[in-house]
């Protein structure tokens, strides 16, 4: 069995690369492009959005429509956001006669996602792992209008989102998305399943934007302040590593009932919480 699957991923390969060749293009290396071929990872990826047929979608960075096709075949809406300007083009020939998909052209950083959505939309991507903390980050800034995200990511950051404390990936990535959201792992996937391959794994990650947040705290600002002073200076005590943002570590340390000789990678999201709003009222 084993080897049918293996040849049905060679062909697939191969037909990505056929595509890139009529295009005369390769992958930019400065996009981080590595095309997603292989089917049945796809299939998978889409099954993890949950799709009824209903849904509005939004794929980010769909490159030549892998992830798309499926997409396309399961949701009411779908709105494509690439960047490249020839794989634009191709999506919107390739799409033409399904008036259900719009391909917007441009970097999905700059862009006013609330004019390009409407709640809920449901988001996958296979995000370019050198932009793929600030686009989770701009996601879940809008959570009131995404309530699944479906991303493919660097196995580590994967990891670090899911890190609990005093795991060796915590750290503030952890903190500042468990804050926002919850996050399961979907799937594994080998760089076999890409063009080019990847120099490291990846993995494909749910995560879920929390309608209201786990836990109060008197000033967000503050909170992603405090998490990320704290880890900046991860191996000192805290209460040296937190004294970039406040001139009374100790005392703060104290109000929050938190002992000063620990380290940041200690702490729980409900001990940030405290922290932080013990400085927000200092």
């Given at each position: 069995?084993?080897?049918?699957?293996?040849?049905?991923?060679?062909?697939?390969?191969?037909?990505?690369?056929?595509?890139?060749?009529?295009?005369?293009?390769?992958?930019?290396?400065?996009?981080?492009?590595?095309?997603?071929?292989?089917?049945?990872?796809?299939?998978?990826?889409?099954?993890?959005?949950?799709?009824?047929?209903?849904?509005?979608?939004?794929?980010?960075?769909?490159?030549?429509?892998?992830?798309?096709?499926?997409?396309?075949?399961?949701?009411?809406?779908?709105?494509?956001?690439?960047?490249?300007?020839?794989?634009?083009?191709?999506?919107?020939?390739?799409?033409?006669?399904?008036?259900?998909?719009?391909?917007?052209?441009?970097?999905?950083?700059?862009?006013?996602?609330r004019a390009r959505?409407?709640?809920?939309?449901?988001?996958?991507?296979?995000?370019?792992?050198?932009?793929?903390?600030?686009?989770?980050?701009?996601?879940?800034?809008?959570?009131?209008?995404?309530?699944?995200?479906?991303?493919?990511?660097?196995?580590?950051?994967?990891?670090?989102?899911?890190?609990?404390?005093?795991?060796?990936?915590?750290?503030?990535?952890?903190?500042?998305?468990?804050?926002?959201?919850?996050?399961?792992?979907?799937?594994?996937?080998?760089?076999?399943?890409?063009?080019?391959?990847?120099?490291?794994?990846?993995?494909?990650?749910?995560?879920?934007?929390?309608?209201?947040?786990?836990?109060?705290?008197r000033d967000i600002?503050?909170?992603?302040?405090?998490?990320?002073?704290?880890?900046?200076?991860?191996?000192?005590?805290?209460?040296?590593?937190?004294?970039?943002?406040?001139?009374?570590?100790?005392?703060?340390?104290?109000?929050?009932?938190?002992?000063?000789?620990?380290?940041?990678?200690?702490?729980?999201?409900?001990?940030?919480?405290?922290?932080?709003?013990?400085?927000?009222?200092?």
């Amino acid at each position: 069995m084993a080897r049918p699957a293996r040849q049905g991923a060679t062909a697939a390969r191969g037909q990505v690369r056929r595509e890139l060749a009529a295009l005369d293009r390769r992958p930019r290396k400065r996009l981080a492009q590595h095309l997603l071929a292989d089917r049945n990872i796809i299939r998978r990826i889409v099954d993890l959005a949950e799709l009824t047929g209903a849904e509005s979608v939004l794929e980010i960075g769909p490159g030549l429509g892998a992830l798309t096709i499926e997409l396309a075949a399961r949701c009411a809406q779908l709105v494509l956001i690439e960047l490249d300007r020839d794989f634009a083009a191709r999506l919107r020939e390739r799409f033409v006669d399904q008036p259900h998909v719009a391909v917007v052209e441009g970097d999905v950083l700059k862009m006013d996602l609330r004019a390009r959505c409407s709640a809920p939309t449901i988001v996958v991507a296979n995000l370019p792992y050198n932009i793929s903390t600030p686009v989770l980050f701009t996601l879940l800034d809008h959570a009131e209008l995404f309530p699944r995200l479906v991303l493919m990511l660097q196995r580590e950051v994967a990891q670090r989102m899911r890190a609990q404390p005093s795991d060796e990936a915590y750290g503030a990535l952890s903190v500042l998305v468990q804050f926002r959201a919850r996050v399961r792992h979907g799937l594994h996937v080998d760089p076999a399943a890409f063009v080019p391959r990847p120099k490291v794994q990846s993995e494909v990650v749910v995560v879920e934007p929390y309608a209201a947040l786990p836990i109060p705290v008197r000033d967000i600002r503050v909170f992603r302040s405090v998490v990320r002073a704290a880890f900046q200076q991860r191996r000192k005590q805290l209460v040296n590593s937190i004294a970039t943002v406040t001139n009374n570590a100790a005392g703060v340390l104290r109000a929050a009932d938190i002992d000063p000789t620990r380290r940041p990678e200690t702490l729980s999201l409900r001990e940030f919480g405290r922290l932080a709003d013990a400085i927000a009222a200092a």
